[in-house]
């Protein structure tokens, strides 16, 4: 029997519970849903169409990208597979494809990977073949979406005439788990149409010799006071001297963000806004001008805004960000004792503060102070 395009089943993958940073609140709702829709059934074969769209608002899924896979009810073998592939083809003796080519893959639980950019016409499906990498949704709708398509044969039918359900899923990134696949009302669906090694592997990390031996440095420096606002600049700067960051994202907590007047050279969007609260934003690249961030390269922009007197001060830290995330990993941040200050009282004075640490991890915040008021 042949039936139009339906969205059967869903199911989702989020950060998993054993993660400290599982519930974020900068993201609350974000996750990973994956669409398992059935275009056609036939008495020997289906086809599934399996869309993977991540619904963070700015965590990608990097290199080497998602890894599906599930565990078949039955006996069921993928005959033929078009926008991705398996790792493994398995046992298939005596088993046949369409047309009675050999099967693409027989394996109980097989994993599919994405293919690579490039790869024949005659193999990609629309939104495929980006290396399994996708952006979040936020900077890029278009490229948060992943889609395969699979002709499965010898499966059999649940009680309600559907092809049984596969178990066990898993997106194969890791600190993420898929929940069991849910059964949704009919409706139909319209998915909008950095390179790894020869393996899908990325690149070995070459890290400049720095003090911090960071890949990654954000550096938030205070650049000038004016009467009725301020003038930030921010600079992001890559020490990986092999790798690029292909749609790189920004997230900054600081509660003058409500009051941002004037931005230059990023694109930026409020993802927490509640009431009065308004006080954390993502920064992005603009396209074919800096949203790629080149190996040992850097991205930069300046900022103004409007000074609240109500809380506004440059005493105690204020003037620097509460929490800082470079593509979804937490920056770390420098003890509150040792940023740069100013007393408010010194307004005919120039002032030069720099604030250095050394520290281990993905991703450091530097700070500084450097103006005339």
Not at 141 to 161: K, P
């Amino acid at each position: 029997m042949a039936m139009e395009q339906f969205v059967l089943f869903i199911f989702m993958c989020c950060l998993s519970s054993r993660f400290a940073d599982a519930y974020d609140p900068v993201d609350p709702n974000g996750n990973i849903t994956i669409n398992w829709d059935f275009p056609s059934i036939e008495p020997n074969v289906y086809a599934v169409k399996v869309s993977i769209h991540n619904y963070q608002l700015y965590r990608h899924i990097e290199r080497p990208g998602w890894r599906l896979s599930w565990v078949w009810a039955g006996h069921e073998f993928i005959s033929t597979v078009i926008g991705a592939e398996t790792t493994e083809q398995g046992n298939c003796t005596g088993r046949h494809g369409a047309n009675g080519a050999p099967p693409h893959c027989c394996e109980k639980q097989p994993v599919m990977m994405d293919l690579l950019p490039g790869a024949p016409y005659n193999r990609q499906s629309a939104n495929c073949c980006r290396g399994g990498v996708l952006s979040s949704v936020t900077q890029n709708n278009r490229t948060a979406t992943s889609q395969f398509e699979m002709y499965i044969t010898n499966f059999a039918l649940d009680e309600h005439g559907d092809p049984k359900m596969p178990t066990t899923f898993s997106i194969g990134v890791p600190g993420y788990t898929c929940s069991n696949a849910t059964n949704v009302p009919a409706t139909r669906s319209k998915v909008l149409a950095a390179l790894p090694d020869a393996d899908g592997a990325p690149p070995v990390p070459v890290i400049r010799c720095t003090e911090h031996m960071c890949p990654i440095r954000v550096h938030w420096h205070v650049k000038q006071s004016y009467r009725g606002y301020w003038r930030v600049k921010v600079a992001v700067t890559n020490y990986d001297v092999v790798s690029n960051y292909t749609d790189w994202n920004l997230v900054v907590q600081h509660p003058n963000l409500r009051s941002l007047t004037q931005l230059f050279s990023f694109n930026y969007q409020p993802l927490i806004q509640y009431g009065t609260i308004n006080d954390t934003g993502m920064f992005w690249g603009i396209k074919n001008y800096n949203e790629m961030l080149l190996g040992d390269g850097n991205v930069q922009t300046e900022m103004i805004l409007e000074k609240d007197p109500s809380d506004f001060t440059f005493s105690g830290g204020w003037a620097f960000p509460r929490r800082v995330y470079f593509n979804g990993h937490e920056c770390v941040m420098p003890p509150p004792d040792q940023y740069p200050s100013l007393p408010n009282a010194a307004w005919d004075v120039r002032v030069s503060a720099v604030q250095r640490w050394l520290v281990a991890g993905s991703c450091l915040l530097s700070l500084s102070m450097l103006f005339l008021v």
